[in-house]
């Protein structure tokens, strides 16, 4: 019976010398790792601030809404 690790690899594969490491390299220098995780957060941040502003004008139009009828049904 074979178990396997939370890898998904058997016993005997983490003794196995033979076959390199599975998990791949990134090439030295290229440094897109580090801005793709900048640009990734740039977007998300102008994507919720978007959804702040929609949601604030929303807010504040339904405010004038409710005041406007108010004033209108008192006259």
Known sequence: MERSNSF???WADQWD????DPIPESKP???NEKKGGVEKT????ATGLKK???GTTLGFNWIKDKCQK????KQ
């Open 8 to 10: 998904g690899t058997s």
């Open 42 to 45: 740039k977007a998300a941040a």
């Open 70 to 73: 108010k004033s209108t049904q």
């Open 29 to 31: 220098g290229s440094g």
């Open 17 to 20: 010398y033979s076959n390199p």
């Open 52 to 54: 702040v502003k929609a």
